[in-house]
């Protein structure tokens, strides 16, 4: 039998193991273990992501500091074959038991897509998937699919005009499909009431309004001429009168890098080329920003049918109603370019005998 030596001894052993263990326990569930003394952190989880790829993943960048003991409570919580996609938010001092938690109920937190500018969707494929699981050829896809049958109307040549440009917040997980569906949700926004109704007044409809809108664009970078240009075409299209934008003919030749429109770009044969067809063209030449949308609803009223570069190079315009007075700008502005190829030759041929 034990003496009482003995079952004393085995007593305090056993409270010290026990109170190690529980200590331990509680250290393992409660204790900060990661971002410890760091700020908040971000990290993806893919599709097709593993524990192991986390665990990895967060031992890679140093924001676990125990990780034997996150992966042991992972197992027990029954996080190892419950991995979700996301983008994931580790805050300071985050405990293994938060963590896990918050990474197996998938809370991820939203990321943002931005999208600026583009001729056509293959110009903005990268830039809309760049922070979301899609890839590009995913979204085109997508897209092609969308033009087929979609409640809107939107063809090949139209849907560029449902992308208002913008940053919108999505979640890293969002399909193709769903994408196209919150760009289609955040057209209708755009087009609220008041855009509805001056759209109406104007006679157009809401993808000429846009087809419009990035002719005016293409016309000028300055934001205050915006709604002249686009009472100008205005005016040509009550008159019946073509447009001939130049930026059309550019997008009819599918050369972008084209800084000059020649005599010969306008025999070219294209349903874009508004030099041989009046009215507008089949869609939009290039994605058109709110301003621009927005210069054409609330377009200036003038008498203006004609215009041409300004020949001090400012970027403006020279504005008529008369062709006389269309014809003296151009030589203007034709005699000015000209002193300034000659200016341009003239330093590039001292340039190369210095350097001769």
């Known amino acids: 039998m ?16 026990l109170s190690s263990f529980t200590f331990y326990a509680y250290q393992i569930i409660y204790a900060p273990n990661l971002q410890v003394g760091k700020e908040k952190a971000y990290f993806i989880i893919p599709e097709g992501g593993t524990f192991d ?79 979301i699981a899609v890839t590009p050829t995913q979204f085109l896809e997508a897209a092609e699919n969308y033009e087929q049958r979609n409640p809107d109307g939107f063809t090949k040549e139209t849907i560029i005009g449902m992308f208002i440009p913008n940053t919108y917040q999505v ?35 809401l993808k000429e309004v846009s087809t419009l809108a990035s002719i005016v664009q293409a016309e000028s970078v300055k934001e205050d001429e915006a709604p002249v240009i686009a009472g100008l075409y205005i005016n040509r299209l009550k008159r ?20 000059r429109v020649l005599n010969e770009h306008k025999e070219i044969d294209s349903p874009y080329n ?8 089949p869609g939009p030449i290039n994605m058109p920003g709110i301003q621009s949308i927005d210069a054409v609803l609330n377009y200036q009223k003038h008498n203006y049918i004609y215009m041409c570069a300004k020949e001090d190079f400012s970027g403006y315009h020279n504005f008529t109603s008369s062709l006389s007075q269309h014809n003296i700008n151009a030589k203007k502005y034709q005699k000015a370019l000209s002193i300034e190829m000659r200016k341009a030759r003239q330093a590039d041929g001292q340039a190369r005998v210095q350097n001769q």
Do not use: C
């Open 240 to 259: 019946g009168i073509p447009l001939q934008a130049d930026p059309t003919l550019v997008f009819a030749s599918g050369d972008f890098t084209l800084k």
């Open 171 to 205: 979640y890293y997980t969002i399909s193709a499909e769903g994408l196209l569906k919150r760009i289609n949700k955040e057209y209708h926004n755009f087009w609220d009431q008041e855009r509805l109704d001056k759209a109406k007044a104007l006679g157009l409809s």
């Open 2 to 17: 034990w003496n009482k030596k003995t079952v004393w001894a085995l007593l305090v052993l056993s409270s010290i193991l």
């Open 53 to 131: 790829s986390v665990r990895d993943t967060l031992y890679k960048y140093d924001m676990v500091q125990d990780v034997v003991s996150f992966s042991f409570l992972a197992k027990l919580m029954d996080y190892t074959v419950a991995v979700k996609p996301g983008i994931y938010e580790i805050e300071p001092d985050m405990t293994n038991v938060g963590a896990i938690r918050m990474l197996r109920s998938g809370a991820q937190v939203p990321t943002y897509i931005t999208f600026t500018y583009g001729r056509t969707l293959q110009d903005i494929a990268e830039p809309i998937t760049r922070n």
């Open 274 to 281: 508004t030099y041989k067809h009046k009215g507008l063209p």
